[in-house]
């Protein structure tokens, strides 16, 4: 039993019948751990403990200059991190490193743009929260356009963007 639907009873205003938990009060008892898991679909999604050692195969899959978005520090900082990047030089990938330090704009992404576009990246990988998972798409699909994001930005821009793009990993 992975939640107990009873431990979900409740109104909004966090009240809960007799015996039941408000539903924003989960039992801890209720939960178990999620097994690892891959899904068969497109895009391949594999899901559990330790899945960043296979990101270096993935990743040559695609080509050999890998394009990797972090955070801004804590990552960098770790022991994954030093063993991805030794993993990834032993399979002679070429990888550089850029930082997105916060909610990426238009100028942020458009700056990564000229500064990645003549580089032939083939796969861009994002590891960290939302801001860096943001940037990782933008840049996935405006590097093959290296045009301003802006001009395809929902109700601010006039163009359409051809759908094409370069692979993109989180």
């Given at each position: ?7 979900v ?9 007799a ?6 009060c989960?039992?801890?008892?209720s939960f ?6 891959v899904?068969?679909?497109?895009p391949r999604?594999l ?8 990101l270096p ?8 200059n890998?394009?990797?978005l972090t955070g801004?520090k804590?990552f960098?900082k770790s022991?994954q991190?030093?063993?991805l990047?030794?993993?990834l ?5 070429k ?8 909610e ?11 500064k990645h576009?003549?580089?032939?990246v083939?796969v861009v ?5 939302g ?30 963007h051809?759908?094409t ?6």
């Open positions: 039993k992975a939640v107990d639907a009873a431990a009873a409740g109104g909004m205003d966090g009240k809960a019948e015996g039941r938990y408000p539903y924003h989960l039992s801890y008892r178990k751990m999620v097994n690892d898991f899904l068969s679909r497109v999604i899901f559990g403990n330790g899945k960043l050692s296979v195969g993935l990743v040559k899959a695609f080509g050999d890998l394009l990797i801004r804590s960098l022991k991190a030093d063993k990047i030794g993993e030089k032993s399979k002679k990938i990888l550089t490193l850029e930082p997105i330090p916060h990426p704009s238009p100028r942020i992404i458009d700056d990564l743009v000229r576009s003549l580089k032939a083939s990988v994002s590891i960290g929260g801001s860096v998972l943001d940037a990782g798409k933008a840049l996935s699909a405006m590097l093959p356009l290296g045009e301003p994001v802006k001009d395809y930005l929902e109700g601010v821009g006039t163009r359409k051809p759908g793009k370069i692979p993109f990993i989180a």
